[in-house]
């Protein structure tokens, strides 16, 4: 049987349902962060030009000019560039990532063919890890969530205290009212009996629904609201009052 709300009458299918579409989400973005693990090093050699297309044309530049300093290419870069047109993608390399010790145009070559480096793709490697454990701890947290209903029962003990509350009149909680007038006030208003002093005996289950729990607490909000507004008012004529006996 499904579990309907006391006050509204719906059931929580729009809850269950919404709870099973963020769960496929999330496993369909956990996929994601796995696939993306695995690709991370294709996905760095398309962003930073480090193809494989690149690589080879970096090993076939003849041994002639593979063999020599690179600073001597350096220094006549045009010439060499006519001659082998492949030296373009080891001279723009160094450019980009730093000459570091490199002597000859070869030790270059060997280290553009082992691109990318880990270093290149560390911080993306950091923020999948990030993205993949806080979607790991919302699945947690989903799947914990058995019912979304609050269950709350309804005895003797807990209307005579909830009733408790309602013994004070409007003008209890205004605050204009003086405290003898407040004493002197009849209570005819006032509910005059206790369900467990009668002999009253039952317990009874009710299910709450988030939308009507938050309406509730909303209007108790409200009211505490009004209350404290009450109160500020009427400190604020007192200071008023005082202010006038010095006149």
């Not at 729009?14 to 956990?30: G, P």
């Not at 010790?101 to 923020?127: A, C, G, K, M, W």
């Amino acid at each position: 049987m499904k579990k309907q709300c006391w006050f509204c009458k719906n059931t929580e299918d729009f809850f269950l349902q919404q709870k099973e579409d963020l769960l496929k989400s999330i496993d369909k973005k956990l996929l994601d962060c796995e696939d993306f693990e695995k690709s991370i090093i294709d996905i760095t050699k398309e962003k930073l030009g480090l193809t494989d297309e690149l690589k080879e044309k970096a090993k076939s530049i003849k041994n002639e000019y593979s063999s020599m300093t690179l600073n001597a290419v350096l220094e006549n870069k045009d010439s060499f560039l006519k001659l082998e047109p492949n030296l373009e993608i080891i001279l723009n390399y160094c450019s980009k990532y730093g000459k570091r010790n490199f002597r000859t145009v070869n030790d270059v070559i060997q280290e553009f063919i082992l691109e990318p480096v880990e270093s290149r793709y560390t911080n993306e490697l950091r923020q999948n890890e990030t993205k993949r454990k806080s979607l790991l701890e919302k699945k947690e947290k989903l799947e914990q969530i058995k019912t979304f209903f609050i269950e709350k029962e309804i005895t003797p003990h807990s209307l005579d205290t909830e009733i408790e509350k309602l013994k004070r009149t409007p003008e209890d909680n205004n605050f204009s009212y003086t405290f003898s007038q407040r004493r002197n006030e009849t209570k005819e208003k006032d509910f005059s009996y206790s369900y467990q002093q009668l002999g009253f005996n039952f317990s009874r289950k009710i299910l709450i629904c988030p939308v009507c729990l938050s309406m509730f607490a909303e209007s108790a909000n409200a009211s505490f609201d009004i209350i404290e507004a009450q109160r500020r008012a009427q400190n604020s004529w007192d200071d008023i009052d005082d202010d006038d006996d010095w006149e």
